[in-house]
Nanobody, 122 residues
């Protein structure tokens, strides 16, 4: 069992940067790949980024490529999503999720956090 808690979401201006954190409970956090997803009002949940269990490989969605990066610190049981050059279309609730294998499909992930709201004003 893994419990996830996202933090760091807030209201920012277009062009600003923000770092989200996903803190996990449990001693086996390093056994899980972690992904970030987002969901805007009226839209389906969208893959954003994922990172391998050891942190030596990442996948970034085309929509945020070059602006967002994902990293993890297994000693702190935490995964980060660094978001730069934010745009109003990045406004969404951001979720982190843990699963055995990284990937862009939500079905790969077994555990989900409650989400954190990111709002980007123009």
């Amino acid at each position: 069992q893994v419990q996830l808690a996202e933090s760091g979401g807030q209201l920012v201006q277009s062009g600003d940067s923000l770092r989200l954190s996903c803190a996990a409970s449990g001693r086996t956090f390093s056994a899980y790949a972690v992904g970030w997803f987002r969901q805007a009002p009226g839209k389906e949940r969208e893959f954003v980024a994922a990172i391998r269990r050891s942190g030596d490989g990442t996948v970034i969605a085309d929509s945020v490529q070059g602006r967002f990066t994902i990293s993890r610190d297994n000693t702190k049981n935490t995964v980060y999503l660094q978001m730069n050059s934010l745009k109003p279309e990045d406004t969404a609730v951001y979720y982190c999720a843990a699963g055995r294998v990284e990937g862009s499909a939500a079905s790969r992930y077994d555990y989900w956090g409650q989400g954190t709201q990111v709002t980007v004003s123009s």
